[in-house]
């Protein structure tokens, strides 16, 4: 496809439950980022890979999530035992270029997660 | 700690009517960049413009112009003759290449919305 797609759409998981949020981000497209996105407020950076190492992953707010990228193509957000405070949009966006502080990031249509 | 601030969560004007969207920024870098968004109610985030901190030159493009003043650090955004079209949420954008997480820092968004 052209764009940055994300699967799936919606997630609704009970509480304690695991969840995997998958990413295609654009072909060729050198670093993927993921956020997060609470009702009503801005996207909050959640991580950064460059091809297929992880290069910050400072904004992940527990152990409990874990993001992976292993051929530098798809990645994947992994959130362990899902609490209430983890139901929001979760986008995920690519750049073309490695230093893609100052390049357009080019973003999916994000995975709403519910978590009850 | 870099921040975004877009003060005003929800805009509402007629159509044909100009409106600005506010922005400020904080940040301890002399060199970053600056965005803007749009997210339309299909959620995906839409690139606008990217401006350096050294490129103070105001920019208009077609409807759209960007203020920037690195005297007040504001970034705003005015469209001129508004268009049903042109209701979303809005977002001001952040990054820095020396400091801080490599993903874009957000302000929360300024819901505009352009009544017929």
Redesign the interface.
């Known amino acids: 496809g052209a764009g940055v797609s994300q699967s799936p759409r919606y997630k609704v998981a009970k509480r304690g439950q695991d969840v995997a949020l998958r990413c295609d981000p654009i072909s060729g497209h050198v670093s993927l980022f993921w956020y997060q996105q609470a009702l009503g407020q801005g996207p909050e950076f959640l991580t950064y890979f460059q091809n297929e190492a992880q290069l910050d992953k400072s904004g992940l707010p527990s152990d409990r999530f874990f993001a992976e990228r292993p051929e530098g193509s798809v990645s994947t957000l992994k959130i362990q035992r899902t609490q209430k405070e983890d139901s929001a949009v979760y986008l995920c966006a690519s750049s073309l270029v490695v230093a893609a502080y100052y390049n357009e990031q080019f973003f999916g249509p994000g995975t709403r997660l519910t978590v009850l | 700690a870099q921040k ?1 601030t ?1 003060a005003q969560t929800e805009i509402s004007v007629v159509e044909k009517e100009d409106v600005t969207l506010d922005c400020v920024y904080e940040t301890r870098d002399t060199t970053y ?1 600056l ?1 803007w ?1 749009k997210q339309p109610p ?6 606008l413009i ?1 401006r ?1 901190s050294f490129d103070e030159q105001n920019e208009i493009s077609g409807r759209y112009s960007w203020n920037f003043q690195k005297s007040t650090s504001s970034f705003n955004f005015t469209i001129t003759a508004s268009q049903v079209v042109d209701s979303a949420v809005y ?1 001001c ?1 952040l ?3 020396n400091g801080g ?9 300024t819901h505009l919305i352009i009544q017929p």
């Not at chain 2, 997480?101 to 968004?109: E, I, N, P, R």
């Open positions: 975004v877009q960049y965005f968004y299909s959620g995906e985030l839409v690139f990217r350096n977002f954008a990054s820095e290449p997480a490599d993903g874009l820092t957000f302000g929360k968004g």
